[in-house]
């Protein structure tokens, strides 16, 4: 899955140059406590936080009180890269640009689970079920209990180190919950 698939398009920025009063009421606005700054071309030049403008005089030009950081995402990178930069710099957001480093917009730990609580079936009933995992031909051993039983697989995950590998496993609606726990217990 890529960046593309997650981001949130056309996000608000600030362009280079503009005054402190213009950025100040925008961010108020739109209770922003971060912006990114672009040049005349659209593309990524920095950020700049509500904080380092709130107290400075209107007049100003913004690129005073800009952090030209390079931390971002392009639209093409895998989700798993542009996760562990969230993760490893503990951000609210991310920008996401694409192959000319034009700002085409942003990723946020809220966006990534809303997209994936749409990809894991969350709110849609059913209910989910930790399993062990010794081998690869298990996954196939709980599909075929679930075929047999005529259960539907919503979701399907592998979690845990190497040694303790788990299969959560999301099904839609059964009569019989912990009889189909026993049976797929019995399968792994």
Known sequence: MLVREFLKEDPASAREGKSVAETRELMEENNFRIIFVVDDEEKLV?????????????????DSYLSRSTLHAEETDTIDKAVSTIREYSLMVLPVV?????????????????????LLNFGQGGFWITLPCHEPGDVEKVISVLNDQEVKLLSLLSAGEADEQKMIVKVGKVED????????????
């Open 46 to 62: 920095g950020f700049l936080t509500y904080d380092s403008i709130k107290d400075q005089p209107g007049e100003k030009s913004i």
């Open 98 to 118: 694409d192959s000319e480093r034009k700002l085409v917009g942003v990723l946020t730990p809220g966006r990534l689970f809303e997209k994936f609580s749409d």
């Open 177 to 188: 919950g912990e009889a189909l726990r026993e049976s797929l217990a019995e399968v792994v």
